[in-house]
């Protein structure tokens, strides 16, 4: 149905012998027919229709924020180099235009097209080949969306991407294949209470952090998290009851989508969010690119009105004429935007299951830090005494580590790979309707959950380096290990390391949270998710083999699309094997949150799930 058809012609008599026509407005039909006729528009043709009188903008309100008009997820991935586009070939000066014809592409491989509804959030995912092309792409998507005031968008450069095709596949484009070069997209539609908020840093450079082109302050990012909460709070009303637990539980439904390509501005701006919201589901990574180059592209309604501003500015300052913004414009330079250095989504009211995974395994008994001292720059060194089975420690006389080390080569072969590890009592939350056992004053409400909850984290990282002896001449001795852990008497450590075969044993363990397989086949809610892995994974962890971790996930989910990236650094929680069930009162530390880590060599997954 065309837009500009409001009329519906009927050749029905008004005499006898009369041939005279009489005409019938759409609008003159009853409220469900011309309700179920909107229904069948298109995304372009729906904003026309609202155009068209009062009654049909009110049908398309009611309709956009309809229950059954939201929490769906359009995909669409293009594999090789914009050169291999008949579109985009020629580089960065294709023909002007050539970028919304390919974006309209994607949208009609996307099947977008044959949705009513309109994205909250565009992520796209390229690699190197496509960053001259990125920003003009990412405004070819804001120039063709119906609601391009209102929608967020995120476009990143890594050196390797994860998509989903049009057959619903889910792959892994990294730089260890041959075939490198590809863009992904993903569209996100949320239901009528349902709402995304961002943050952004933005600076010229790493060296530069302190000297930001547009003011991202601490109070630009509290009076967004304040209006979080605001519409938190509204939207889950026992949040508001004081009680801890239930603040919590509202928390954990918001995901946060942090990404960057500088871990300073990365881990301050995590550091600020998990200050106000302790419970968040907070997940992303750092760009696997060049920083000297724009690694991440960001504009939301708030970015997109400051440089509405400076283009004005610019426009009154100079005498060039106005800056286009895309080449679909013909002359003019596209519009330069300052470098976007981190920048935060977050989905509010939005269940998502959400876990890291490695594939640790322990390759020794647990020990017992006995001594644990400070060698002249600060750091520790430390004896062990090693733990029993049932508990107990062995008797006689502690254990340097670098003892245990030489012991682990020799079991081990090498200590390659191996990670040194505390163990910790700490709180676990996969999905985001987990119990909460910590209140905002400390108390423990542990008691008042099944001990499932309640676990031992593995606050694990690599062995930095080691003090040597070398008093006697031509001589040179081990001494100790220098960890760069909060270590102190009577923590409880051992030795890991990971494998692929391990690694994909812990993905498995991480999905069997959602049910059996004939569960999750049959539909486990799941409707889209975000996938950030370690550059040291992919065809480099799994010996040259493509798409091992994304065919896991498709034959687990095969109606769950994915989009995501390859990073130089993953945030998310601790990996989940690195999680070990313990009783309540076991040996540890207290019990508390456990926080979001900037970490690496894990892969994090989040799977968003209707509720």
Known sequence: MATGDVEMESAAPTGSGSNAESHTRVTDLPLDVQQSILGSLDWQSLPKAAMACSSWSEL?????????????????????????????????????????????????????????????????????????????????????LPNRRSVHVVCCVAVGIIGTDESGVVHEIDDGSTEADAIAVALLHLGQNQRVFSVAERNSSARQRRKKHVDSSDEEIDRTLSKMEAFMKGSVPEAESGDPAQRCRAERGILGLLVGDNVYDVSDMKTKIEGRLGCIHLMGGLCGYDTRKQAVYYSSPESRKLEEEARAAARRDTAEGPQTRSAAAEGGRPWKRPRISACALFVCNLRSTRASYRGIKQLM???????????????????????????????????????????????????????????????VSIDSQDPVATADDGTDLSGQLPATHVRTQVESVDIVRGVWDSTSPGTSRLEAIVVPLDLGPQDVCSFYTYSAQESLRELGEIL???????????????????????????????????????????????????????????VGPMPFREYFAAPRGGEGGESGEANTVLQGNTSVLTLLRRP
Request: aromatic fraction near 6%; hydrophobic fraction near 35%.
């Open 365 to 427: 008994p647990d020990y017992r830090v006995e001594v644990a001292e400070a060698d002249p720059d600060g750091s520790k060194v430390c004896s062990l005494r090693q733990v029993a089975g049932d508990g107990r420690v062995e008797e006689g006389p502690p254990v340097p580590i670098y003892q245990v080390l030489r012991e682990l080569e020799e079991v081990h072969g090498s200590l390659h790979g191996v990670t040194f590890g505390v163990k910790r009592r700490s709180l």
């Open 60 to 144: 398309v309100r009611r309709h956009e924020s309809s229950p059954g008009c939201g929490l769906e997820w359009s995909h669409a991935m293009f594999r090789g180099s914009p050169a291999k586009s008949p579109l985009l070939r020629g580089g960065p000066k294709s023909v002007p235009g050539a970028e919304r014809d390919f974006v309209r592409g994607l949208l009609d491989r996307s099947g977008y097209l044959d949705k009513s509804t309109r994205p909250d959030l565009v992520v796209v995912t390229v690699t190197p080949s496509w960053e001259p092309k990125l920003q003009l792409i990412a405004d070819a998507f804001l120039e063709l």
């Open 512 to 570: 069997d949270t959602l049910g059996t397989q004939e569960q999750r086949i049959e539909g486990s809610g799941c409707f889209g998710g975000f996938l950030v892995i370690c550059n040291a994974r992919g065809t480099y962890l799994h010996n040259g083999k493509q798409n091992v971790e994304s065919n896991v996930l498709t034959s687990a989910l095969p109606n769950t699309p994915v989009i995501g990236f390859f990073a130089n650094g993953e």
